[in-house]
């Protein structure tokens, strides 16, 4: 695959239907995905549901902008299949459950468009990969020919943003990826994974790239964090070129870690002055005051960074706290923690969560998937001092 540096890229301050499906007809145009691009394959559309939420939240794919897609789909004859896989128990009821609170299951009825409740995965070669060389991913995402990304503009705990490349995470089933996490603690390899796993994607399928950035989160993302007004939809066939839009829209230049971990493996250019960009001028759509997650540590000096690896380094590293005045004891975060380091504990006859932070590696999947959001992230009292001089 020739990893194109072009980026459409549309101003849309909002979720009308009309005027996103007009958007996407016309980046579709711009690449080519016509009625011939699609004839006899097989699409499968990746969202982002990371969790039961309604879309109010800003937390998952925005249903209206999917059903703007398969309206433009079906003007080119095809018919896609929509697959997920969220975080925690994969089976057909918690799929239900997602589909139908995050407003995917009444666009999908609407449009006639089937819904994937399959829960097998298979194993997928990628010798090329710089960190894993087979992934176990959904059966159905390993069969399409064309994957469409469809994702959600947002800061995020771990990651510090989600967006194309890191949505395709969301392929490996249920609680694997909290084995992802575990296996791989440290956040240079966590990354190097995610671009792994993206690029084989690009390499063995045609991927075609949509961010929702019409209202994406800011905060403590990918779930606890605030919805933003961006206003863009961003369309490319490469997912890291997309990502550095993505970044630069939001203020993020150069700090995103598996951003920079695509650049440097030459997958997309330096920064967006590389980027060809086609549509509307977004430099009036530039924040300079998103928020960044509370476990962001960008003002922290470089030699803190220096020993930011091993048990020393998770010292210095924010940590996530359960807040007794949130938590239900609902036992999410300890069924999400890959470690295996949170428990519940009974106080003054209430449930709520303890996580022992010896053996936690900072993954923030507690943080991502309560529901309450009673996670919090702590800075380490230096970093605190440090950053605020």
Known sequence: MNFSNRVAAYACDSYDEDRLAQIIRTQMNIFGYDEAFFAGKKVVIKPNLVMKKTPDAAATTNPVILSALLTVLAERACTPLIAESPGGLFNKQRLEGIYRVCGIASVAEKHGVPLNYETEAVNVPFPEGKTVKTFHILKSVAEADVLIDLCVLKSHGLTKMSAAVKNFFGTIPGIEKFEMHATFPDYKDFGS?????????????????????????????????????????????????????????????????????????????????????????????????????????????????????????????????????????????????????????????????????????????????????????????????????
């Open 193 to 389: 994974m995610i671009c792994d796993l993206c690029e084989m994607y690009c390499r063995t399928k045609s991927v075609i790239a949509i961010t929702d950035a019409v209202i994406g989160m800011e905060g403590n993302g990918p779930t606890a964090g605030t919805p933003r007004k961006i206003g863009a939809v961003l369309m490319s066939s490469n997912p890291f070129a997309s990502d550095i839009v993505g970044e630069t829209l939001l203020g993020f230049a150069g700090t995103v870690p598996i951003v920079r971990e695509g650049v440097s493996r030459g997958l997309a250019p330096e920064d967006i002055s590389g980027i060809e960009l086609i549509g509307d001028d977004i430099r009036p759509l530039l924040i300079s005051d998103f928020k960044e997650p509370d476990s962001a540590q960008n003002r922290a000096p470089s030699l803190l960074t220096t020993f930011s690896s091993g048990k020393f380094g998770r010292f210095f590293m924010p940590r996530p706290i359960a807040m007794p005045e949130k938590c239900r004891g609902c036992g999410e975060c300890v069924a999400s923690c890959p470690q295996h380091t949170i428990e519940l504990s009974v106080k003054n006859g209430k449930k709520i969560a303890r996580i022992r932070h010896a053996d936690c590696i900072r993954c923030y999947c507690c943080q991502e998937l309560c529901p309450f959001e009673a996670i919090k992230i702590k800075k380490n009292f230096l970093i605190r001092i440090i950053g605020s001089i």
